[in-house]
């Protein structure tokens, strides 16, 4: 609240001590904002900006402190902590650069591990194609599903000899291509790695 009053203290006030050192949360009831809590008015333009910051109705969690600095004070330490749990850091990909396969393999291995190939639900979700359904069991085509989960991909890993595991949390996409790809195991005198790449 402080660095609120301070944008505009000039020409405004008397402010008390408890005006400069009140809290947010003084000014909340019910998940609505309450400005008559205040002891003094705000500028017209001031409370339009703190009256359009949407306030959650429905969160059943209490307020808590964010930032994880011991004391609970922001820092920009404590704020770039908070950020980098918020924000999902891209897969490491230097072993897709690295492999020695054609461009375009390569290609739809990065596009594959970054979620961005244009898979129908992707191109649906864009209202650039009328449905999202595989065309081969008309299941909704995403990733997951091109790579594990139609039943022509199960048949076709299950004949290339090629482990097949469900997606879960701990074993995604990027994972099981890479471990595949550089697996070493031979399949007729070649490296199943070298097979899985040139099939996908």
């Known amino acids: ?17 408890g005006d400069l050192h009140a809290n947010v949360s003084s000014i909340i009831t019910s998940r609505s904002w309450d ?20 306030l959650s109705k429905y969160n059943p969690k209490q307020d808590f402190i964010v930032w994880t600095s011991s004391n609970g004070n922001f820092s920009c330490e404590s704020a770039y902590d908070r950020i980098t749990l918020i924000v999902p850091r891209e897969p490491d990909l230097e072993w897709v650069r690295k492999l020695k396969i054609l461009l375009r393999i390569k290609t739809f291995i990065w596009l594959l591990c970054l979620n961005k190939l244009p898979t129908r639900s992707s191109l649906y979700s864009k209202h650039l194609i009328f449905d999202a359904l595989c065309n081969s069991c008309f299941e909704e085509e995403t990733e997951r599903h091109i790579i594990w989960e139609c039943p022509h991909s199960k048949l076709f890993w299950k004949e290339l000899g090629i482990t097949h595991k469900p997606f879960t949390q701990n ?5 099981w291509l890479k471990s595949n790809a550089r697996s070493k195991r031979m399949v007729h005198s070649t ?10």
């Not at 609240?1 to 001590?17: E, I």
């Not at 400005?35 to 949407?54: A, E, F, G, H, S």
């Not at 074993?171 to 994972?175: A, E, I, L």
């Not at 490296?191 to 996908?200: A, K, M, R, W």
């Open 1 to 17: 609240m402080t660095l609120l009053l301070t944008s505009f203290q000039s020409g405004h006030g008397p402010f008390s001590l």
């Open 35 to 54: 400005l008559d809590k205040l002891n003094y008015p705000l500028p017209d333009d001031v409370t339009n900006r703190i009256l359009c910051i949407p």
């Open 171 to 175: 074993y995604c996409t990027t994972s």
């Open 191 to 200: 490296p199943s790695g070298l097979i899985f790449l040139s099939d996908c």
